[in-house]
């Protein structure tokens, strides 16, 4: 007999077998024939009329989502003219949506609205059995011995970076942050020295990362950010067409030449486009999250001169000019402050999932075809997990005191579950290796009027004000 509920079933395996198999014919079809579902029955409201919560996204998410927290509980209606949906709060919201038992959330039909044109075929962007492939593949790129060359390209590029930077000026420090790790980016992922060769690359990757936060999305009107960006994809995407085949003939240590020797599960090299795909996306996926990490990192240091000493001091009893793999691991007071600085400030604010059927969540029915977003941020805010939330505490990391264990989903600036962070350690091996060179040469100080860390998180957490700080030799 067809009921409702063999209907509702024989929906979602279509969708989920579609989205196994990555057929993206089945997908699109899915996704034209979606109604966006009525959220009326759910706690909170749709905000102002036509713009709905886009001012306190943009000016102050942090605040408005706690006090929805405050006034509604777990499960929270939000509203945008970008994307509408639910907000769900909490670790156990963390562990239903991330670890996603029983494949009711869809990554491809989340994050493709962002990504379209501009990072196609990513692994982010892959569900079920054919994101397992396309992470197994990626994940020969991450390697340990892969990992040790990086830091010895990272080395050299991150100390010339951090040495240009004028002793007893203020520097705004995003935009050096930024231009430091594009530099470092285009040799340690691209394997291209700085010259006019990287700064084209490096302009294209901008304009694609700009094209990301553009909500009108004309790609005709050839002016617009989002068009600049698919023109910038294009730039890359031809550049590592033309040198592939001599990179495969090379054992290079950048990400580009380590892709071009993964192989899939029947031991044959991964094609060409895959290779260039999963390369524009590795750059992106790297890129601005450690901009925004190592900007936290460097106001949360110069808010608090002691823990600076305190690295030095650990950065000083190796006795290195350069790091290895090894002595990053000895940095352990380091990879604490990394983390704190990650738990006040996490890059990605949010992670943003689509439900492919109903499914119930804290008394509510969440209906099928939400968006819905669980909350890095309020997570890492939380009392019952985190003692004085607000204060920096690197040593709530050491093994003493773990708080971040009491729960596996309390914690997740780097995501959970099967998409969890691929560049996890990368970025820490990247953020330590930065600080190294930095502490051991500069001392930070920020304008004793700057109280606070003005930041936005839309669409990642930066500072607003570009983080004046200054560095002076010691
Ligand atoms: C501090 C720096 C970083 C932060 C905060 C960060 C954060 C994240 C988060 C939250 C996710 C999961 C997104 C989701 O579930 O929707 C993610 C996924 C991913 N990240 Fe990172 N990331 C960082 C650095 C890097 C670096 C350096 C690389 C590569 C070199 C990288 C590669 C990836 C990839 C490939 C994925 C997708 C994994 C999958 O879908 O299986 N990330 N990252």
Redesign the pocket.
């Known amino acids: 007999m067809n009921t409702a509920a063999n209907i509702v079933d024989s929906k979602h395996s279509e969708i989920t077998d579609a989205l196994s198999q990555y057929d993206l014919n089945e997908i699109k079809k899915f996704q034209k024939s979606a109604t966006r579902p009525s959220l009326k029955h759910l706690p909170g409201d749709t905000g102002w009329p036509f713009i709905g919560h886009i001012y306190p996204f943009l000016t102050n998410l942090h605040g408005w989502l706690d006090k929805q927290y405050q006034a509604h509980g777990p499960v929270i209606q939000f509203n945008t003219p970008i994307i509408s949906g639910v907000y769900l709060i909490g670790p156990e919201a963390n562990k239903l949506v991330?670890q996603n038992q029983g494949k009711l959330f869809s990554?491809y039909l989340a994050?493709e609205p962002t990504f379209e044109s501009l990072f196609d075929n990513n692994?982010?962007q892959?569900d079920f059995k054919d994101?397992k492939t396309q992470?197994k593949i990626?994940q020969q790129a991450f390697k340990r011995n892969a990992i040790e060359g990086h830091i010895e390209l990272m080395n050299p590029l991150l100390n010339q970076g951090i040495h240009q930077l004028k002793s007893g000026y203020t520097t705004q420090s995003l935009g050096f942050v930024k231009r430091l790790l594009l530099t470092t980016g285009a040799e340690v992922f691209m394997g291209v020295k700085s010259g006019p060769e990287a700064d084209t690359l490096n302009q294209a990757f901008t304009d694609i990362v700009n094209a990301t936060a553009d909500p009108f999305r004309l790609k005709r009107v050839w002016f617009s950010p989002y068009a600049k960006g698919v023109k910038g994809n294009k730039v890359i995407s031809r550049f590592i067409l033309e040198k592939i085949k001599a990179r495969r003939l090379t054992a290079g240590r950048d990400?580009f030449s380590h892709l071009c020797q993964l192989r899939d599960d029947n031991g044959d090299l991964i094609s060409d486009e895959l290779v260039k795909d999963h390369l524009i996306?590795?750059l992106f996926?790297?890129h601005d999250?450690?901009t925004?990490?190592l900007s936290s990192i460097l106001y949360t240091l110069a808010s608090n001169p002691e823990w600076q000493q305190v690295l030095r001091e650990e950065m000083l009893s190796l006795n290195k000019s350069n790091v290895t793999f090894d002595d990053l691991e000895k940095m352990e007071k380091t990879g604490y402050t990394f983390s704190e600085a990650?738990r006040m400030y996490?890059?990605?604010h949010s992670?943003?999932r689509y439900a492919l059927r109903d499914f119930e969540f804290n008394g509510h029915t969440i209906p099928a075809h939400t968006n819905v977003l669980v909350s890095?941020l309020l997570t890492h805010y939380m009392p019952e997990y985190w003692s004085n939330p607000t204060t920096f505490d690197p040593m709530r990391f050491s093994p003493e005191r773990a708080e971040d264990k009491k729960d596996f989903f309390q914690y997740?600036?780097?995501?959970g579950g099967?998409?969890?962070?691929?560049?996890?350690h990368?970025?820490q091996v990247?953020?330590k290796t930065f600080l190294f060179h930095l502490l051991k040469n500069y001392k930070i100080t920020k304008d004793p009027k700057m109280r606070s860390y003005k930041y936005n998180n839309v669409p990642l957490t930066f500072p607003t004000d570009g983080l004046p700080l200054t560095f002076t030799k010691i």
């Open positions: 991330l990554n994050w692994v982010l892959r994101h992470r990626l990400m996306f590795l996926a790297a999250t450690t925004s990490a990650l996490p890059a990605l992670l943003p890095t997740i600036p780097f995501g099967s998409h969890k962070c691929l560049g996890l990368f970025s990247q953020g």
